[in-house]
């Protein structure tokens, strides 16, 4: 079985359709009509992935966003119809994991469903091959998922944690923002900076990289960003 999704739009055509797609396709679907559904929804039966529109009434998708980020840590896919660029930008400030303007194919959906399940899902079972990284006051185990910083624990999403990673294990080397995009979120968000740039934003304040003189995470202008560690 492909998955379990759950739909939030208060577009019930939409809801249908797109329901009866998914199921033909595979996936165990359930639906709601506003944010509030979904979140009791997520909280009692959580999926594997969460199809949100942001124009929903009463609650709109970037809150019910925050909220899925925050406390519910199940992937989301943005539906957007409006203001395309500054919706793209902010739902991946705030933690969405993919976006798909409306009107789209089914197949272009599905396709982006995949991607989103197949990076998530991945986090479950870290490659072998993965070493740990031990950088000053950086730990980072792989096969647990882990992230610690002078000891404390930090709470990353999963491509937070997938770009941390790939920029500690290569530590002092230049990363292309090309290079980074293909490896961290795959070959289907090439042409799409902005997913990055936004990532490394969000990464360092909770890294709290905030020093202009030495941050852990440079920008190396017009090329991309490299990590250096701090001194213990």
């Known amino acids: 079985m492909p998955g379990t999704v759950l739909l939030i739009d208060d577009d019930k055509l939409m809801r249908r359709s797109l329901a009866f797609n998914l199921q033909q396709a595979g996936y165990v679907v359930s639906t709601a009509a506003d944010a509030e559904a979904g979140l009791e929804i997520i909280r009692q039966h959580r999926p594997d992935l969460v199809i949100l529109d942001i124009g929903l009434p009463g609650m709109d998708g970037m809150d019910a966003l925050k909220i899925i980020r925050d406390q519910l840590g199940v992937p989301v896919i943005l539906l957007t119809a409006r203001r395309r660029g500054v919706d793209e930008i902010l739902g991946l400030e705030l933690g969405a994991d993919d976006y798909i303007t409306k ?54 999403s999963p491509k ?32 799409q900076p902005q997913v990055v740039y936004v990532h490394i934003r969000w990464l360092r304040e909770k890294l709290g990289d905030t020093s202009l003189e030495s941050p852990r995470i440079q920008t190396i202008r017009g090329i991309g960003y490299k990590y250096l560690p701090k001194a213990i």
């Open 160 to 191: 937070e944690f997938d770009l941390l990673y790939l920029l500690a294990s290569n530590s002092g080397k230049v990363l292309t923002t090309n290079d980074i995009l293909t490896r961290v979120w795959g070959a289907e968000f090439e042409g």
């Open 103 to 156: 009107p789209f194919d089914f197949e272009v959906l599905q396709a982006h469903i995949k991607a989103v399940l197949r990076r998530t899902s991945g986090i479950k079972d870290a490659p072998s091959g993965l070493t740990e990284v031990n950088l000053g006051d950086l730990y980072i185990n792989p096969a647990a998922h882990q992230v610690s910083l002078n000891g404390q624990e930090l709470n990353l």
